[in-house]
């Protein structure tokens, strides 16, 4: 059972482009919604974060959308770089999960120059 | 000065051996986990501890084992490896569970490749 699901699966953008990566969830405790980035041959680390009183947040070019009553939530690059080539997963966490992070299946993301 | 450290980085061996992941982290964190990554990058936790104490146990098979010995260490020992076995492991850890919404820093895995 995929309680998190993130598409697409793979992603081709143009440097200065926007990038958009989707995720849609079951549970309706969840509570707190990461990004992470993981680059080849590294752990992944976290991006930008929310929780569901707000709609969005903005960090730098990643924006985070985030819709309750349609239980969606979306990740947006904006000016698009090499390097954010990467693979992005979406999480989600609350209730008593104990701190147990549920991913998407992660989304690679290529910036061409 | 790394924040949470894995060793070893690769680890190859044969079926049927027994092998040890080691994790460190210095970040003063009460709680880590291990997760597993696949062959296709799918992330699913394994197991988490909150001061030394087990309080996440997902459906894995007894052939593994965690230990911690101390609030800064986590340890998976793996039995009678299988070839399903092969993946990435990566330990993390988090500020204590009260909030139970803080950052997981994680390690930076060990690939395991059992022949």
């Known amino acids: 059972q995929q309680q998190v699901k993130q598409s697409p699966q793979s992603l081709i953008v143009q440097k200065g482009g926007i990038s958009i990566i989707n995720c849609a969830y079951e549970?309706?405790?969840?509570?707190?919604f990461p990004w992470y980035q993981q680059f080849p041959g590294k752990g992944p680390a976290l991006l930008i974060a929310?929780?569901?009183?707000?709609s969005e947040k903005k960090e730098g070019r990643f924006t985070i959308s985030f819709n309750k009553s349609a239980k969606q939530f979306s990740l947006h690059i904006m000016d698009s770089q090499p390097g954010d080539s990467a693979t992005y997963f979406c999480?989600?966490?609350?209730?008593?999960?104990?701190?147990?992070?549920?991913f998407g299946q992660g989304t690679i993301l290529t910036v061409h120059p | 000065d790394t924040a949470v450290s894995q060793t070893p980085k690769y680890l190859v061996t044969q079926m049927g051996n027994d092998k040890s992941i080691k994790c460190e982290q210095n970040?003063?964190?009460?709680?880590m986990y291990w997760y597993k990554q696949d062959s296709k990058k799918f992330l699913k936790i394994m197991f988490s501890?909150?001061?030394?104490?087990?309080?996440i146990n997902e459906t894995v098979p007894n052939r593994f084992s965690p230990k911690s010995p101390d609030k800064a260490h986590l340890n998976l020992h793996i039995n009678s490896l299988e070839l399903g076995d092969s993946a990435v492991y990566f330990c993390?850890?988090?500020?204590?569970?009260?909030?139970?919404?803080?950052?997981?820093?994680f390690g930076p895995g060990t690939r395991l490749t059992v022949l």
């Open positions: 993390a850890s988090s500020p204590p569970l009260a909030g139970s919404r803080d950052t997981q820093y």
């Open positions: 501890y909150n001061n030394k104490e087990l309080i």
């Open positions: 999480a989600a966490l609350g209730g008593t999960s104990y701190g147990k992070l549920t």
């Open positions: 929310i929780r569901p009183d707000v």
């Open positions: 970040l003063g964190h009460d709680t």
């Open positions: 549970n309706t405790a969840f509570d707190y």
